[in-house]
């Protein structure tokens, strides 16, 4: 199964066996999760990650569908385009061969859909007979619970767990539940309808007789509940569907969307606006990307920020959301045991057992070095792209306080750089994006000492302080701006002394806890000139290193070059490709000119888009070389969808276009325009700015985009700098 985690050393995932089944199928509202396997069961094999979950814990753990007592045969399996409902069709083996009752194989279709809404999994099944003569079977349905907190499942092993409660059983339901240490029960209703022939604690039998071409409907929910808090849902399927389909309908209808000439990147495309949709949460703040599936569904902010920023132009109120829930959040006071220091931007919030009882440190956790920077620099986009000075005005405190704990805590040496080292065991060994606790180290492979000040670290700082400026100025507060815009400069100038590496020709990965260079090359670097903190001179030579072919295996640009000490491309963060970190290297390839290197990125991971289940981008996937005729290689255990990987398209095609906006003209502007060759035309419709709405049509020519406007309603104007 999976290794246990030790919290002073390690959170991402350990396993030693493959997921029980690699295409597994997910769904998401709100809270609620569920990952079943392709014939729409949960079944407790592999790293047991299946199930349904909700508020951090697993509140089905096993259901199987059964036909006569065994399982049915698959014939297919998908999620729909919007992520809203689960499709399954399944077919019966044979079944009582030598006996009077023979049912010969495939004479009954069993359909399966599935969907989530309001705290409840709501189960539709048809069974039809295909047969020339009457049929009589008995279809099953098994479940159980085990109410393992999300980080159980991951491998945390405990001492002591809570106790089960006893069934409840009546003719058409059943209850299962869980009351645990933190004195919360957790309970799982299980509804029917029809009523079924025999129910029991666990199971439910029909006894289905069909005439030819007869069909029969069974229908299930399966509530989750909290505290004794009774979830109020009907049982009727229909319901849910409706009401699921017009919150889908509105929240993709209001989005910009995005029709090229290529059907297989519109694929790639809906997809990930697909994925954006599901995995938002709607919460008192307003929209906010769960980070991902199976393991990260609830509140991350670097994830959250840095899915905001890539999507920015397409749907500008997620960084709002992001923004708001993120000021709410923001630590006021020092608190060791979870690495808070006051002004510091939340790292990771979990509802589960574990802890609410401070068995892990992710109740509110806030051990990331860069997410309070990353706050800032998204504040000052977010205004960029939207002219909402009143928002800015109102989260402004929570932008100082970010600033000061920048300075303040951050800075913990007074060097000038932002360092972090944990304070307790139990936090993170290594806070940057990065974390896993090999990710730091220096070129003969000796892992790093804290504090460590990381090069991507330092340019998020001088975004901050380069966009918390203009927003200083803005709001009137010129002094500030001033001192915000020398300190700016000035590390700027420290940075390119301290970290540029002319070893390796690239900067350091980070500088140790005794001010050495980790003479390491990496990605890291490319994120130095997605913030614009690298010399031109620089970054001419990190973009052309991070596309030779020690970095670039073809699908995008390894984490580390293959000649690191450290590298293996089955590496969680040591030789692995992240799309999210192709996407804004790429981004910053762009920003220096470089357009047509951040095309070869984009040409990489659309080509790796193609193998991909579903057209879903995945947290990442191994480094290994790109061969004739082969996909990428898959990361067992990597989240799919992921919030960050599923914005990397639009990051992408926003770079190449040199997207950016005015809000205050209004004006929406295209910088030396580029396409990849595999987009002859693109259409964005919908792209909103300032109150005006555009529709655009951009070609490919062999020397640059022609950007027409087919539909404009308002006052902005479309410019082009050729």
Not at 330 to 352: M, N, S, V, W, Y
Request: charged share 25%.
């Amino acid at each position: 199964m999976v290794e246990k985690i030790r919290l002073g050393e390690q959170w991402y995932i350990l396993a030693t066996s493959s997921p029980a089944d690699e295409r597994r199928r997910v769904l998401k509202h709100n809270d609620l999760f569920a990952m079943f396997d392709r014939f729409g069961d949960i079944q407790p094999m592999g790293l047991g990650e299946e199930g349904i979950y909700h508020g951090d814990t697993c509140f089905l753990s096993h259901q199987e569908l059964l036909i006569e007592g065994v399982r049915p045969m698959y014939l297919n399996s998908t999620v729909k385009d919007d992520n809203g409902l689960f499709i399954v069709e399944l077919m019966n083996p044979d079944l009582h061969p030598e006996g009077k009752n023979r049912i010969a194989k495939g004479d009954l279709h069993i359909f399966r859909a599935k969907l989530l809404w309001n705290n409840a999994c709501y189960e539709h099944i048809r069974v039809v007979n295909y047969g020339l003569e009457p049929i009589e079977v008995t279809l099953s349905l098994e479940f159980g619970a085990d109410y393992k907190d999300i980080f159980e499942v991951r491998g945390f092993s405990r001492e002591r767990r809570g106790r089960m409660l006893d069934p409840e059983v009546s003719r058409s339901e059943f209850v299962l539940g869980y009351q645990g240490l933190d004195k919360l029960s957790r309970r799982t209703r299980i509804t029917f309808d029809p009523v079924p022939e025999r129910i029991a604690a666990g199971r439910a039998d029909y006894r289905i007789t069909l005439e030819p071409k007869a069909e029969e409907h069974i229908y299930a929910t399966i509530g989750c509940e909290h505290g004794g808090h009774a979830v109020q849902n009907s049982t009727d399927y229909f319901a849910a569907f409706t009401e699921l389909n017009r919150s889908v309908s509105d929240r993709l209808g209001n989005r910009c969307r995005i029709v090229s000439s290529d059907p297989l990147f519109n694929n790639w495309v809906d997809r990930s606006t697909a994925d954006l949709v599901m995995l938002t949460t709607n919460n008192h703040q307003g929209d906010y990307p769960y980070a991902g599936l199976p393991w990260y569904s609830t509140t991350f902010g670097r994830d959250g920020i840095l899915t905001a920023r890539e999507y920015l132009w397409i749907d500008p109120g997620m960084a709002k959301g992001v923004l708001a829930m993120l000021a709410a959040t923001q630590a006021t006071e020092f608190d060791p045991a979870r690495d808070a220091e006051p002004g510091k931007i939340l790292h990771e919030a979990r509802q589960g057992e574990l802890a609410a009882l401070n068995e892990i440190p992710f109740g509110r956790y806030y051990g990331t070095v860069d997410a309070t920077p990353l706050f800032v620099g998204l504040a000052g986009a977010y205004y960029e792209r939207t002219g909402d000075l009143d928002f800015i005005r109102g989260i402004w405190s929570n932008i100082r306080r970010a600033l000061n704990w920048i300075d303040e805590y951050g800075d913990r040496d007074g060097d000038g750089f932002v360092e972090y080292a944990r304070y307790s065991d139990s936090g993170l060994v290594q806070q940057g994006w990065k974390d896993s606790n090999d990710s730091v180290f220096h070129s003969d492979g000796r892992l790093a000492e804290a504090p460590i000040a990381l090069c991507e670290v330092q340019g998020y700082v001088y975004e901050a302080k380069i966009r918390a400026a203009e927003l200083a100025h803005l709001l009137g507060d010129t002094a500030l701006a001033n001192r915000l815009q020398n300190a700016a400069e000035t590390l700027r100038k420290k940075f390119n002394d301290s970290f540029w590496c002319e070893e390796i020709g690239t900067y350091a990965i980070a500088l140790d806890g005794s001010k050495r260079q980790c003479a390491v090359p990496s990605s890291n670097a490319g994120h130095t000139l997605w913030s614009g903190i690298a010399t031109p001179e620089h970054a001419a030579r990190i973009a052309d290193q991070l596309l030779s072919e020690e970095f670039f295996c073809g699908w995008g640009i390894r984490t580390i070059p293959a000649s690191a000490s450290r590298y293996n491309p089955m590496a969680y963060h040591n030789g692995s490709v992240w799309p999210h970190d192709n996407a804004l290297i790429a981004e910053g390839m762009a920003r220096y000119g470089f357009t047509n290197k951040a095309m070869q990125v984009f040409s990489a991971l659309r080509d790796a888009s193609l193998y991909m289940d579903q057209s879903r981008m995945p947290e990442l996937f191994c480094g290994f070389e790109k061969r004739p005729d082969e996909g990428p290689t898959l990361y067992p255990v990597a989240c799919s969808p992921q919030a960050w990987a599923a914005a990397t398209v639009f990051s992408l095609l926003q770079a190449c276009l040199g997207l950016s906006f005015d809000p205050h003209k209004p004006e929406i502007r295209f910088r030396h325009p580029q396409l990849p060759p595999f987009l002859e035309r693109v259409e964005v419709r919908g792209l909103s700015i300032a109150g005006s709405t555009v529709d655009l049509l951009l070609q490919r020519y062999p020397n640059n985009v022609g950007v027409n406007v087919i539909r404009k309603e308002g006052p902005a104007e479309v410019v082009v700098v050729a």
